[in-house]
Nanobody, 109 residues
Framework: QVQLVESGGGLVQPGGSLRLSCVHS????????MGWYRQAPGKQRELVAS?????STNYAGSVKGRFAITRHNKALYLQMNSLKPEDTAEYYC?????WGKGTLVTVSS
């Protein structure tokens, strides 16, 4: 059974940093892209960043220059720097049709 499990969320002050991790179990192939999405209360889920199997990355404009997505073996990471209150959301790991259950990031003083 395929599972994606996120970790690393938490409460951080504005300007701080967090590193999210996503580990997947089960075989879901290695050729498809993986991504991080987020959903803030009352808003639609949106793409934060994605990375292909050959390492090409794509970022939402609101996080470009502050976030970095990387992948290694069965893990996906999101380094988040210079966090802002508007980054507060549930963050989800995605690969194809598979989703994790999310990890909450709260940016507040």
């Amino acid at each position: 059974q395929v599972q994606l499990v996120e970790s690393g969320g938490g409460l951080v002050q504005p300007g701080g940093s967090l590193r999210l991790s996503c580990v997947h179990s089960g075989y879901i192939g290695s050729l498809s892209a993986m991504g991080w999405y987020r959903q803030a209360p009352g808003k639609q889920r949106e793409l934060v960043a994605s990375i292909t199997s050959i390492g090409s990355t794509n970022y939402a404009g609101s996080v470009k220059g502050r976030f970095a997505i990387t992948r290694h073996n069965k893990a996906l990471y999101l380094q988040m720097n210079s966090l802002k209150p508007e980054d507060t959301a549930e963050y989800y790991c995605n690969k194809g049709v598979y989703w994790g259950k999310g990890t909450l990031v709260t940016v507040s003083s």
